[in-house]
């Protein structure tokens, strides 16, 4: 594949531009399917007429059918998206990065999705599909999955299309600051009746100081249970964060906001802000795992994508503990290039 593609480079550059126009399109019908030209058009900020001749060309080729309700990807459409995607992968030489990316971060493995989740809706999809990808691959019977919050955790648990009804789901933390649908209470109940299993749910707002969490702990036997539940978790599924956006869509004062920026946080995980190159620098207090607990969880699955996020990424991958990386292009070759800087 790595000597055709050498081939088209110098013999046809042009097709190659084409592939990944009929990619790109392929995979927004996919995501959106049932989906108009129009609609279609609008969502790639494309002219309709351009996007009705490659839609056309599509539908020739077998790889889309129209319907009344509009554009839908064929079975052998399907097919072709999965070769496509791994053409992708080696066009961009996204293998390569994987592999030192995983290396230079001490991970045991990096994936990244062709593209820039910020500018593309389809890459965050292609995210949470990755993510949860590989929760299936590591959930066996009988196993506790703590799940953290944030609007790329609440696209995997969309994504989830397997049963293992002996999955308990839990919240990675407590917080109550967050738009409800990207609350981890919320997501863990998503994931739990994606996969047929049960959740656990833990009502504990941010900030509360840790002589009153230990009083509302004293005094809620149910609490108890699902903070212990938390800490023996079998896998970790979180996000990662911009940490002074992070402050402030938990509703952070600005004075607080203003010293978590002074003291040089770039990222955020599960409560944690942390600094290049791997220091946690503030930390809110709340029932649930730490950064410091991630080594004694058997599985940890981090997912953050677009290319604002790489110090973010790179400073929280930075304190240990992570295990698994699912990220997009644009972040990948971000952290590259801070890395690369780094050592220079």
Known sequence: MEKFIQLQRKLAPELIQIIE?????????????????RALAALLDLGERGVRAQVDWLKKAGLIEFSQLGMSVT?????????LAEYIRILHNLVGLEAELAERLNLQKVIIIPGDSDADSAVRREL?????????????DNMVVAVSGGSTMAKVAEAINFSVPTTTVVP???GLGEVVEYQANTIAAVMANKLGGRYRLLHIPDGVNEETLGAILDGDSNLRDVADMIKKANILVHGIGEAVE?????????????????????????GQYCALPGEIVYVTSSIGLRLDDLAGIK????VAGGRAKAKAILAVAGTGGQGVLVTDEAAAKAIQLLINSNKN
């Open 21 to 37: 126009a009929r990619y790109n399109l392929l995979r927004h019908i996919k995501h959106a399917q049932p989906i108009g030209r």
């Open 75 to 83: 079975t052998e459409g399907q097919i072709m998206l999965a070769d």
């Open 128 to 140: 949470g599909r990755a993510t949860a990808g590989v929760l299936g691959q590591h959930l066996g």
């Open 172 to 174: 990675a933390r407590g």
């Open 246 to 270: 992070m402050a402030q869509r938990r509703g952070m004062t600005a004075s607080t906001v203003a010293e978590i920026e002074r003291r040089g946080a770039v990222g955020e995980a599960l």
């Open 299 to 302: 599985t940890v699955i981090a």
